[in-house]
């Protein structure tokens, strides 16, 4: 079974300051593992994937993530958060069960304040 | 602009009407996915459809009907609607279905914003 927790419904941080977004992750096999984003009135695009090769992984806008296996995470981490960062993110993980199905976190909803 | 295209953006309808949302792709992906977002929700997945061939229905209700004409597009029927089904709704793609494909990112149109009255 595979299972994805997002551990803060909400983030909120100031322009030009770090963003950490957190995920938690539980799968019985070597999952694949996903950001995406998604502003309002908008669908979800991919910021990064990770599957299986290098564990730091880089994605678009500057955002990156690092996948540790010891500690079942996936957390999603940007140096300097701009104004057009502020969108609704969305862990998500796949493996090779559950007929390949994704399973969506609730979600963290990003503010940035100027 | 995404490369999987819905339309319409906005529909209104009421619980007798029917109507359909159409969602296109022209990426060459061979699994196409209907997904159901409330507001402040994640997506739910509705329905894959793999190869044109219908692989995945969530139990969703019989008022919604998927159809897949060809490879490129996707369609959902819309009958006797209720006001809990008002919704965001959402297609996406891949280039293949299953779960040996599980490391595919999905490509996700703008969505169907849908309000029954």
């Known amino acids: 079974a595979q299972s994805v927790t997002q551990l803060d419904s909400h983030v909120s941080v100031s322009e030009g300051t770090p963003v950490l977004l957190r995920c938690n992750y539980s799968?019985?096999?070597?999952?694949?593992l996903f950001w995406y984003v998604q502003h309002p009135n908008k669908g979800l695009q991919l910021l990064l994937k990770?599957?299986?090769?290098?564990?730091l992984v880089k994605g678009i806008n500057g955002f990156e993530a690092e996948f540790k296996k010891s500690e079942t995470s996936f957390h999603l981490t940007k140096p300097s958060a701009h104004m057009s960062d502020a969108a609704e993110y969305f862990c998500v993980v796949t493996d090779n069960t559950n007929a390949g199905k994704s399973t969506f976190g609730d979600g963290t909803t990003l503010t940035v304040k100027p | 602009d995404t490369e999987v295209t819905q339309t319409p953006k906005h529909l209104v309808m009421g619980m007798t009407n029917k109507k359909s949302l159409k969602c296109e792709q022209h990426m060459g992906h061979r699994a196409m996915y209907w997904y159901k977002q409330k507001a402040k929700k994640p997506p739910e997945l509705m329905f894959v459809y793999s190869y044109e061939k219908l692989s995945i229905n969530e139990s969703v209700p019989s008022r919604f009907s998927p159809e897949c004409p060809n490879s490129s597009l996707l369609n959902l029927h819309l009958h006797a609607l209720q006001p809990e089904d008002s919704a965001l709704y959402l297609c996406?793609?891949?280039?293949?279905?299953?779960?040996?494909?599980?490391?595919?990112?999905?490509?996700f149109g703008d969505g169907t914003r849908l309000s029954i009255l």
């Open positions: 996406a793609s891949t280039p293949k279905a299953g779960q040996i494909y599980s490391n595919q990112p999905q490509h």
């Open positions: 990770y599957t299986s090769a290098a564990t």
């Open positions: 799968s019985s096999y070597s999952p694949s």
